[in-house]
């Protein structure tokens, strides 16, 4: 597993696609129709069928200008499929509803981001779908948490917000044990880290962050095999067909041409982290970051990811308190640093106090119980040019606070 995950290149992937436009244009013409017609009627009633497959019916089901940019997150993750959807939440909630049913049952990581944690605490029980959440990192529990009734391991490749790293080869090793399938959220490693590569059967995505790179949209993406993409948009069954949060094609077009810079961002948002990780942890402030020697998933993380897009843009430090935390973000944001705002992978540094923001959803028990102190800044690095000028500025706040 590992050495088919060495030989693969994400970048190239997208780089190798051809896709045109209608008219020979370098990208893909923007198709802005919610129906499609047909000259024959016979062929209309083969596309709902299924049986006719090369055919546009209606854009809540496909459009030419999401297949593009499905086709290339499909390439991207080395899936056989992929789908495209109006939010992140709309790729998790749509691959979780399509695999359980009423009376099944998941294992799921407890540090995730927060509304994936609410959605799995305290929406499923509607549909008495339960869920147990471990640590991850801790395979016994795992393996153990496993019932008969369970349907899906879930986590994220790099847990939001304290950014541990799950051991994918081996949970799809207990997944594939279990006859269960592996749900990897990949939003804060996207290159870096491959999950299919690496055993996982189902990718979710925020394109919304760094794959989409820019602020201006939500989107979400679900990679797996083109049996399950099937399933999910099944006219008469498919959680995604049925609930409907499909992406709008203008939105599609514009992540497709910002897919092809990623390789590039990613980079540049790890080096200037790994810069800013190593600089805060000289002034003696408790980091968090995969990329230093003392993460205690460092070494796995390095056996599973694609050296040369680093070891990410998200760090996190701890200020103790949320008010000296939410003292010193004021104080960065009038520095120039970046803006105190949720969500991450702008080309802006973004920063935010996660157990008041993101994972305001998990309560503060569970929050303590897993590690979360109140004083958790989260940064999304920036794509800076010059992270030096950043580090000073971070610096001089970090003083004005009284945090040096
Ligand atoms: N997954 C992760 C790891 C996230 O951080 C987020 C949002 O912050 C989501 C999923 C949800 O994505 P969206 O806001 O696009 O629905």
Redesign the pocket.
């Known amino acids: 597993m590992k050495t088919e995950k060495m030989n693969f290149n994400p970048a190239n992937q997208i780089q190798d696609l051809e896709q045109f436009g209608e008219f020979g244009g370098v990208n893909p013409a923007i198709t802005d129709s919610a129906t499609f017609t047909f000259m024959q009627a016979k062929t209309m009633l083969e596309t709902f069928t299924g049986e006719e497959k090369g055919c546009f019916l209606y854009s809540r089901h496909w459009n030419p200008s999401n297949k593009f940019l499905a086709d290339a997150m499909a390439a991207m993750e080395g899936t056989e499929a992929a789908w495209v959807t109006a ?6 909630t749509n691959a979780i509803m399509q695999i359980c049913n009423s009376g099944d049952h998941i294992v799921a990581s407890r540090t ?5 944690y609410a959605f799995l605490k305290n929406y499923l029980p509607k549909f008495n779908i339960t869920v147990t959440f471990v640590d991850i990192t801790n395979i016994e529990r795992v393996t153990n948490a496993i019932q008969e009734n369970t349907k899906i391991i879930y986590t ?1 490749s790099m847990t ?1 917000p304290l950014l541990q790293i799950s051991d994918i080869p081996t949970l799809a090793e207990i997944a594939n044990r279990a006859g269960i399938q592996l749900m990897v ?1 990949n ?2 490693t996207p290159m870096i880290i491959s999950p299919a590569k690496l055993g996982a059967h189902i990718v ?6 760094f794959i989409n790179g820019k602020n201006d949209c ?3 993406a679900i990679c797996g095999t083109t049996e399950f993409i099937s399933s999910l948009i099944d006219v008469n069954n498919g959680t995604s067909m049925l609930l409907g949060p499909v992406l709008d094609p203008l939105r599609s077009s514009s992540i497709l041409k910002n897919l092809h810079t990623l390789h590039i961002r990613m980079k540049q948002h790890s080096s200037n982290a790994m810069y800013l990780a190593q600089f805060l942890q000289k002034t003696g402030l408790k980091v968090i970051y995969p990329g230093l020697p003392e993460h205690p998933q460092h070494e796995l993380f390095k056996s599973i990811m694609s050296k040369k897009y680093g070891f990410g843009g998200l760090i996190a430090i701890d200020v103790n308190t949320a008010d000296e935390a939410g003292n010193l973000m004021e104080l960065m944001e009038k520095a120039g640093v970046g803006y105190l705002a ?3 992978g702008y080309f802006k540094t973004l920063f935010s106090n996660s157990g008041k923001s ?1 994972s305001s959803e998990v309560p503060e028990n569970e929050q303590k119980e897993m590690g979360m102190s109140d004083g958790l800044i989260r940064f999304s690095v920036g794509l800076d040019d010059d992270i030096e000028r950043t580090a000073q500025k971070i610096e001089a706040c970090l003083k004005a606070a009284n945090l040096l």
């Open positions: 939010s992140g939440m709309g790729a998790i995730i981001y927060g509304g994936s994220e939001n959220d939003t804060f979710v995505y925020s394109m919304t962050k939500v989107a979400g949720v969500s991450l993101t």
